[in-house]
Protein backbone atom coordinates (compact mmCIF):
# COMPACT_ATOMS: atom_id res chain seq x y z
CA UNK A 1 0.00 0.00 0.00
CA UNK A 2 1.69 3.12 -1.34
CA UNK A 3 -0.68 5.67 0.70
CA UNK A 4 -3.80 5.45 2.40
CA UNK A 5 -6.02 3.50 0.20
CA UNK A 6 -3.96 3.44 -2.97
CA UNK A 7 -2.40 0.41 -4.28
CA UNK A 8 -0.32 -0.43 -7.09
CA UNK A 9 -0.10 -3.42 -8.80
CA UNK A 10 3.40 -4.77 -9.94
CA UNK A 11 4.67 -7.87 -11.25
CA UNK A 12 8.00 -8.67 -11.77
CA UNK A 13 8.37 -5.04 -10.59
CA UNK A 14 6.96 -3.69 -13.38
CA UNK A 15 3.85 -1.61 -12.24
CA UNK A 16 0.84 -3.03 -14.51
CA UNK A 17 -1.71 -1.04 -12.62
CA UNK A 18 -3.39 0.07 -9.79
CA UNK A 19 -6.34 0.55 -7.13
CA UNK A 20 -7.63 3.78 -5.24
CA UNK A 21 -10.52 3.73 -2.88
CA UNK A 22 -11.78 4.90 0.36
CA UNK A 23 -12.76 3.68 3.83
CA UNK A 24 -15.84 4.19 5.43
CA UNK A 25 -18.26 2.71 7.89
CA UNK A 26 -22.08 2.00 6.56
CA UNK A 27 -24.77 3.91 7.51
CA UNK A 28 -27.37 1.01 7.37
CA UNK A 29 -24.95 -1.48 8.64
CA UNK A 30 -22.02 -2.78 11.16
CA UNK A 31 -20.35 -3.06 7.58
CA UNK A 32 -17.32 -1.22 7.21
CA UNK A 33 -16.59 -0.37 3.65
CA UNK A 34 -13.93 -0.57 0.81
CA UNK A 35 -15.06 1.41 -2.10
CA UNK A 36 -12.99 1.33 -4.80
CA UNK A 37 -12.84 5.14 -6.78
CA UNK A 38 -9.78 3.99 -9.36
CA UNK A 39 -9.29 0.25 -10.67
CA UNK A 40 -6.93 0.09 -13.81
CA UNK A 41 -5.01 -2.52 -15.35
CA UNK A 42 -2.54 -1.63 -18.86
CA UNK A 43 -4.34 -3.59 -21.11
CA UNK A 44 -1.22 -6.18 -21.88
CA UNK A 45 -1.81 -6.97 -18.35
CA UNK A 46 -4.82 -7.52 -18.01
CA UNK A 47 -4.80 -11.38 -17.92
CA UNK A 48 -3.86 -10.68 -14.43
CA UNK A 49 -6.67 -8.53 -13.44
CA UNK A 50 -8.37 -11.25 -11.62
CA UNK A 51 -5.22 -12.22 -9.61
CA UNK A 52 -4.77 -8.28 -8.78
CA UNK A 53 -8.94 -8.57 -7.60
CA UNK A 54 -7.65 -11.35 -5.43
CA UNK A 55 -4.35 -9.62 -3.94
CA UNK A 56 -6.09 -6.43 -2.79
CA UNK A 57 -8.74 -8.89 -1.14
CA UNK A 58 -6.00 -10.88 0.57
CA UNK A 59 -4.32 -6.93 1.82
CA UNK A 60 -7.90 -6.35 3.38
CA UNK A 61 -8.17 -9.20 5.38
CA UNK A 62 -6.57 -8.31 8.82
CA UNK A 63 -8.08 -4.59 8.25
CA UNK A 64 -11.69 -3.52 9.53
CA UNK A 65 -12.72 -4.14 6.02
CA UNK A 66 -16.11 -6.71 5.40
CA UNK A 67 -16.84 -5.60 2.18
CA UNK A 68 -15.13 -4.63 -0.82
CA UNK A 69 -17.00 -2.58 -3.20
CA UNK A 70 -16.10 -1.95 -7.10
CA UNK A 71 -18.67 -0.08 -9.63
CA UNK A 72 -19.41 -1.70 -12.80
CA UNK A 73 -20.18 0.21 -15.86
CA UNK A 74 -23.21 1.26 -17.58
CA UNK A 75 -22.04 1.01 -20.98
CA UNK A 76 -21.94 -1.64 -23.36
CA UNK A 77 -19.62 -3.77 -21.79
CA UNK A 78 -21.58 -3.96 -18.26
CA UNK A 79 -22.88 -7.27 -18.62
CA UNK A 80 -19.31 -8.74 -19.64
CA UNK A 81 -17.65 -6.65 -16.66
CA UNK A 82 -20.97 -7.89 -14.27
CA UNK A 83 -20.52 -11.49 -15.03
CA UNK A 84 -16.67 -11.59 -13.78
CA UNK A 85 -17.53 -10.03 -10.60
CA UNK A 86 -20.38 -12.82 -9.98
CA UNK A 87 -17.48 -15.12 -11.14
CA UNK A 88 -15.28 -13.63 -8.30
CA UNK A 89 -17.84 -14.30 -5.50
CA UNK A 90 -19.72 -10.48 -6.44
CA UNK A 91 -22.98 -9.88 -6.12
CA UNK A 92 -24.77 -6.98 -6.99
CA UNK A 93 -25.55 -4.52 -3.98
CA UNK A 94 -27.78 -1.40 -5.67
CA UNK A 95 -27.83 0.99 -8.94
CA UNK A 96 -27.33 4.88 -9.08
CA UNK A 97 -29.66 7.04 -10.96
CA UNK A 98 -27.85 9.86 -12.72
CA UNK A 99 -28.94 12.79 -14.59
CA UNK A 100 -27.04 14.52 -17.29
CA UNK A 101 -26.89 18.03 -17.43
Known sequence: IDIQGVMLATYNNIVVGGIAGYCFPCMFTDDFLFVVMFF?????????????????????????????????????????????MRMLGYKRIETHMAKVF
Open 40 to 84: YVKPDWRFLTKQIIKEVELVLIPTKVTKLIFGVNSDENHDKQERF
